[in-house]
């Protein structure tokens, strides 16, 4: 199983850069930067990562725990995974061409509103693994431990 510091240091990461890129594209001159799209695609391209590898590692292996709370812990956080994916990959294509790399905004107050949602449900699902999976993950191998 995936180590909890490598867990950690994503979502640390993901936070950091939601942080910068919220504050920088605040500044409706900042959106067209580089450095702004670089942080762009850094933090959609972490995203993506982290979801992929908590629903691999970590939800696939408690779907096959005996434990009934256990399964259904892992399918609601599958199924939220598969929601914030559909959002942020319509979030992605609406607001950026990865093609030519850039942010593609016509209406910043919109992108503006959107993205501040957007980045609102990762870090909500960033502090649900935190308070949640984490802890039963624990408590489970705490317990595998203690039978061995």
């Keep these: ?3 909890f510091a490598e867990l950690h240091a994503q979502n640390h990461k993901i936070t950091e850069l939601s ?3 919220l504050y920088l594209v605040r500044d409706r001159s900042m959106c067209d930067t580089d450095v702004t799209c670089d942080v762009f695609f850094d933090l959609t391209n972490r995203v993506k990562e982290h ?3 908590v629903d691999r590692e970590i ?3 408690l779907i096959s725990n005996p434990d009934q709370k256990v399964k259904n812990t892992a399918n609601r956080f599958l199924s939220g995974s598969t929601e914030i994916k559909r959002i942020f990959n319509a979030y992605v ?3 950026c061409s990865q093609k030519r790399r850039s942010l593609t905004i016509d209406d910043h107050p919109s992108f503006l509103q959107d993205t ?3 980045f609102a449900l990762v870090m909500d699902r960033i502090q649900r693994e935190t308070e949640h999976l984490y802890p039963l993950i624990r ?3 705490g317990a595998d431990k203690q039978v061995a």
Excluded: D, G, P
Aim: net charge negative; with cysteine; proline share 0%.
């Design 1 to 3: 199983m995936v180590a």
């Design 19 to 21: 942080n910068v890129f």
């Design 51 to 53: 979801m992929e590898l």
């Design 59 to 61: 939800c696939s292996q």
């Design 93 to 95: 294509k609406q607001w």
């Design 116 to 118: 501040e949602q957007m």
């Design 139 to 141: 408590k489970l191998e």
